[in-house]
């Protein structure tokens, strides 16, 4: 069970879930099954988990450029490093 299967059974289950969000469970379910959450949907989905699962879980790779008020949060990861074609072009 990954970590958004849990956060979500945690949080009371799928349909629990959808209604805080205020969308349907099947949404939900397509977002799970893709792997993926619509970046608009990040924060409301933070929000309907009682923050079991944080944006930074759910982006992990691009969560400091998307939410950069989140970078000096209490318990956030450290920010990823840049790939080597970023360094580079930085440089």
């Given amino acids: 069970m990954g970590k958004l299967d849990q956060a979500i059974k945690d949080a009371g289950g799928l349909s629990v879930?959808?209604?805080r969000m205020?969308?349907?469970?099947?949404r939900l379910c397509n977002w799970i099954d893709r792997g993926a959450v619509?970046?608009?949907?990040?924060?409301?989905?933070?929000?309907?988990?009682?923050e079991r699962l944080r944006r930074w879980d759910l982006r992990p790779s691009?969560?400091?450029r998307m939410w950069?008020?989140?970078?000096?949060?209490?318990?956030a990861?450290?920010?990823?490093a840049a790939p080597a074609?970023?360094?580079q072009e930085a440089a």
């Fill in 17 to 19: 879930v959808a209604t």
């Fill in 22 to 26: 205020g969308i349907s469970s099947q």
């Fill in 38 to 50: 619509p970046l608009d949907q990040c924060c409301a989905l933070e929000r309907g988990l009682g």
């Fill in 62 to 64: 691009d969560w400091h």
């Fill in 68 to 75: 950069p008020e989140l970078v000096s949060a209490e318990g």
């Fill in 77 to 80: 990861p450290p920010v990823p």
């Fill in 85 to 87: 074609a970023e360094q």
